[in-house]
């Protein structure tokens, strides 16, 4: 059974730092892009961040690049997302998902085959 389990989520101030972790396991993902995505209350789930397991091509949205990064570590098979300089509008549930559909498609939530149960980020002003 494939599970992406979440966790790092929490309260910080602005300007501050969070590490969040997605431990994947249940199949082996070495072809599969890695996804993050944030979802605001009354908003779509948004795309952050993505990372290619085999290739470690990495791509971000305008909103967090130079600040978010995304890495990944192959023995622990485990996705993180190092946010920092965090802003008020970062607020949201971060989800971390898997697809196996090509790089083409890492910002499409909808082609994404699997999903973490998401972890709540709140960032105070």
């Known amino acids: 059974q494939v599970q992406l389990v979440e966790s790092g989520g929490g309260l910080v101030q602005a300007g501050g730092s969070l590490r969040l972790s997605c431990a994947a396991s249940?199949?082996?993902?070495?072809?599969?892009?890695m996804g993050w995505f944030r979802q605001a209350p009354g908003k779509e789930r948004e795309f952050v961040a993505a990372i290619s397991w085999s290739t470690l091509r990495t791509d971000y949205a305008d909103s967090v690049k130079g600040r978010f990064t995304i890495s990944r570590d192959n023995a622990k098979n485990t996705v993180y997302l190092i946010m920092n300089r965090l802003k008020a509008q970062d607020t949201a549930i971060y989800y971390c998902g898997a697809t196996s559909t090509g790089w083409d498609t890492t910002h499409v939530p909808e082609r994404y085959n699997y999903w973490g149960q998401g972890t709540q980020v709140t960032v105070s002003s």
């Open positions: 249940g199949r082996t993902f070495s072809s599969y892009v």
